[in-house]
């Protein structure tokens, strides 16, 4: 049963149509992103191929258990569910869902930016939580937040 769902599911996403909308809606994602990004003057990178959305900083390690947990509870605050910045687009995902994972990465970068009460938390769990967003000039914004 499991192997005919699996063959099931296979036939679906084999159609260049249903690929070709998962890789337009993460485009359109990437470009959000990338607007946000350019308007806040922030360093960063919204990249990916295809249905992949890959969402760097420089000089942040992407794998660092204490970015992802505030990465995801940041754009949690907007409604959106993701394990890291690193999101897998669907051919499901339609505009409204665009429109809202782009406001809730707006939202994060300002959350992550003021330092929540979640974030001081994730700083005293992990030990240590250096700045994530630094501008265009360089400087991190904000500077290390204090448990």
């Excluded at 690929?19 to 990178?45: M, V």
């Excluded at 191929?49 to 000089?59: E, L």
């Excluded at 959350?111 to 991190?140: I, N």
Aim: proline share 5%; aromatic share 6%.
């Amino acid at each position: 049963m499991s192997a005919a769902a699996g063959v099931a599911c296979l036939e679906i996403v084999r159609d260049p149509a249903i690929q070709r909308r998962a890789t337009r809606t993460a485009d359109d994602l990437r470009a959000g992103f990338t607007e946000i990004l350019a308007r806040r003057s922030i360093q960063g990178e919204a990249g990916g191929d295809t249905s992949f959305v890959a969402v760097t900083f420089p000089g942040v390690d992407p794998g660092s258990a204490s970015f992802r947990i505030a990465f995801r509870l940041a754009m949690q605050m907007g409604g959106v569910d993701v394990p890291n910045p690193n999101l897998v687009v669907s051919a499901v995902h339609d505009g409204a869902d665009v429109a809202q994972t782009i406001d809730a990465f707006d939202g994060a970068l300002t959350w992550l930016a003021r330092g929540s009460a979640a974030r001081r938390l994730t700083v005293q769990l992990r030990g240590g939580f250096s700045p994530y967003l630094a501008t265009r000039s360089g400087t991190h914004a904000p500077s290390k937040v204090s448990p």
